[in-house]
């Protein structure tokens, strides 16, 4: 006999006992648990049912019907369709098992020993499955759930709710994480660390929107590269900084003009997105101030940074979804990495419409109104010592930050504080930068001061205005209270 012929022989076989004759017989995925509640006949008028199938699956039975669905039609899954039959004539086993553990497997992190002994299918036909899953998720799946927006109008759509924070143009927020493996090559292993795990990682540089979908994701790469490496193979970054995403249909408005001036509107092309500090000088990826100068920049820093959470809550869900991303992925090779990665990326979104979730926001009923502002500069004291570092009001807007102790001047790798080009600087760059067919200036042949100084600006008027909103998906959340405060916490201060 050959060599697997005598594995199957020897395998031991799990036994099941009859309860009408007492006899004992080979149990099959028809005894199991999973397919009595599952597929044969689930539950779905008990809500007891619904809750449990979503915690232990990660989506609704609704959604799992539906993607379940989308595995069926097609051709990579003919295998396991209800007709086919192995090469002995045996039927093939239910996809919807196989896909209720390839779900399980990347939603809690199970080993296919642990899927085996739930579904009374081996080990070796999951991992074929898996496989063929996450290869399908990366390609099909990915490309139908994770994309850019379809035009213009569909990209402002998107990015309504920076529009009503004060930031109009922006599209997304960036970040990059890391995804752990736990199977890599040694002569890999180097390669792949940083000091953000303690294993072997893949770095994503993924890019979303306030409402968290993910509007794209690079492929993996080594951990050890940082972000302003992964930049330059990002192709939704390079394609917003290097061409017109949507030509000259995405256009939007920011105003202009110094404290005692007329303020005017002029009109921008092109969109741009929030970054932290770690990704290069590209007028399309704005990061809020390392240092700050005025009030206005202050509170722009810290409101874009806020804003920028986005991208990091992302993250949270993500990991906290699908755990194979938190633990670590038990698969060879770096392109099994990448395919886990994309699949739940995709499914990601996918939840996120089936949860109804990617709707517009609802406007904040919380503006900004003068209750909420304090006196000369809308700021506490202590934050204006702790974070502008001045003696007193009148020398604010001539304040020169010195954080140098070595006398040496900052390094090229330290962030500049953002100032206020002079007229003559900025009309120059707006020669060089305005499209001669539509009148607009393009975001991207500014340079990142240039354009970061018109955001501050404008974001200011718009403040001094109570035209800013803070983003809110049912329009019930306070202002942030690290940016404005109460003026009963300053009188009870004083």
Sequence with gaps: LSRITRKRQCREKRVIRERTTGKMRQMTYTDTPWYKNYVLSPNLSSKKFNKKFRRRFRCRYSSFEKHL??????????????????CCGNKAVPIELLLLGALRYIGRGWCLDDLEEQTCIGEETHRRFIHIYITWGASTFHDKYVRFPKDAEEAKEWSAEYTRAGFPGCVSSGDA??????????KLKQYNMSYKLDMPSRTYNIHVTHRRRILYTTTGHPARWNDKTLQLYDDYAKQMYQSSMFGDAFTFTLWEGKENEVKKEVLYEGPW?????????????????KYYRTYSEMRFSKWIESLRKDVECTFGIMKGRFRILKTGIPLHGVQACDKIWKT????????LEEDELDRPWE???????????????????GDVNKYLDVSTQNDLVEAQDNFDASGMGVGTDVGQATSTPTSSVLEEHEADAINPLSGAILVRKLDLATFKAKL?????????????????RDGRNPPPQQIVHHNNSRSSSS
């Design 363 to 381: 406007v904040s009923r919380n503006l900004f109104g003068q209750d909420y502002l304090g006196a000369d500069g809308w700021h506490e004291a």
């Design 456 to 472: 501050i600006n404008h974001f200011h008027i718009m403040w001094k205005q109570n035209r800013v909103e803070w983003p809110s």
């Design 69 to 86: 669905q989308e595995v069926k039609d097609h051709p990579l899954f003919q295998t396991w369709s209800e007709n086919s039959r192995d």
């Design 273 to 289: 997105e929030i970054v932290d500090n770690g990704y290069l000088s590209w007028s399309t990826m704005v990061p809020p101030s």
């Design 344 to 351: 739940c990326c995709a499914m990601h979104n996918f939840l």
């Design 177 to 186: 994480t890391h995804v752990g493996m736990l199977k890599c090559l040694y």
